[in-house]
């Protein structure tokens, strides 16, 4: 996605060091600054806007913007994701576009199933891991956290997969969507 030209190249290395420190912002606080955010999307949009035909990048920076705000909003109104890590990733799409978007979506995903097995296992230990999840088998609801325990230590940091997502669909072309 970065082209081997110095400006994608210094745009690679900004977007990577933008999502890392988000990630590990989130892993640390769980919480992901908006001022981040914010500086993510523009510069996104602007990198955006830098490939020719500018007035059709920039479009595209937006698209991508909207579409990883859209795969992602559904599981913050179910209660299951902040909406610091959906603002994430749609700022992440600002820099992808909308097909890239929708493939670092799924990356991430699966990064974040992944991880949240992990962390439940960390969390709760194993037999009560295994129960929740026989459980959500036949009830989602019960993976969801109270909101009082959204910014403790013991709930899962998202945005550390979102970002792993996007760095993948950025770097890795065709990882999963040829």
Do not use: Q
Request: hydrophobic content about 60%.
């Amino acid at each position: 996605m970065f082209a081997a030209t110095p400006l994608g190249i210094l745009a690679g290395i900004v977007f990577t060091l933008l999502l890392l420190f988000a990630a590990l912002g989130d892993l640390r606080t769980r919480r992901i600054p908006n001022r981040l955010v914010l500086l993510i999307a523009v510069l996104g949009i602007v990198y955006s806007a830098m490939i020719p035909p500018s007035l059709w990048g920039a479009l595209k920076g937006l698209g991508g913007a909207a579409t990883g705000l859209a795969c992602w909003l559904p599981f913050y109104a179910m209660g299951w994701l902040g909406g610091g890590d959906v603002k994430l990733f749609a700022a992440a799409g600002a820099w992808l576009g909308p097909m890239k978007a929708v493939e670092g979506s799924l990356i991430a995903a699966l990064v974040g199933a992944i991880l949240a097995l992990l962390w439940m296992l960390r969390v709760r230990g194993f037999r009560n891991a295994v129960e929740t999840l026989g459980i959500a088998a036949t009830l989602p609801s019960v993976l969801s956290e109270p909101s009082s325990l959204a910014n403790s230590p013991r709930s899962l940091p998202y945005g550390v997969a979102m970002a792993i997502g996007a760095l993948c669909a950025a770097w890795i072309p065709g990882l999963l969507l040829a």
